[in-house]
């Protein structure tokens, strides 16, 4: 899927670093250092952080592990980095940043297949969270890539 590529390399080339969790971490990392193209090597170059208690020698090239406090940490490199922090499927992480007021932009890619299982995108969260529309794009066969500003205040 050519056109989904584009999009998720669009996406990567307009980050400053990667933020994951533990799970997805483990999965990237298992998987991108061996690949090749020009996602690949954004994704290889980027620096990367890991949200994670367990993992204490990140292998993956320019990964870093933020100790402490998750909601501090993320904080404090959003203060440091300028540009994008991009955080790819790590669903624990995206509530929490969430919940704490640190996500500044909501970025899906909706695939028109339904499973009839899994677990929920958002979960419980502590409080209603409004969402503005700001962008939509058909990618190809019915995917749609839709993007969202939290609405401060409301």
């Given at each position: 899927r050519e056109e989904v590529d584009k999009v998720k390399l669009d996406e990567a080339l307009g980050g400053a670093a990667l933020l994951l969790g533990r799970r997805s971490y483990e999965f990237f990392a298992a998987r991108w250092p061996s690949r090749t193209g020009a996602l690949a090597d954004r994704l290889n170059s980027l620096p990367k952080y890991v949200v994670s208690s367990t993992i204490r020698h990140p292998a993956w090239y320019n990964s870093t592990v933020l100790e402490g406090d998750p909601v501090n940490e993320v904080s404090k490199l959003k203060r440091k980095l300028a540009g994008d922090i991009i955080v790819y499927a790590s669903f624990q992480l995206g509530r929490m940043l969430m919940d704490h007021d640190l996500a500044d932009e909501l970025r899906l890619m909706i695939y028109p297949v339904v499973l009839g299982a899994?677990?929920?995108?958002?979960?419980?969260?502590?409080?209603?969270?409004?969402?503005?529309?700001?962008?939509?794009?058909?990618?190809?066969?019915g995917i749609v890539f839709l993007s969202y500003e939290p609405v401060r205040g409301a």
């Open positions: 899994g677990e929920r995108l958002f979960g419980e969260t502590g409080d209603s969270k409004p969402m503005r529309l700001v962008h939509t794009q058909t990618v190809a066969d």
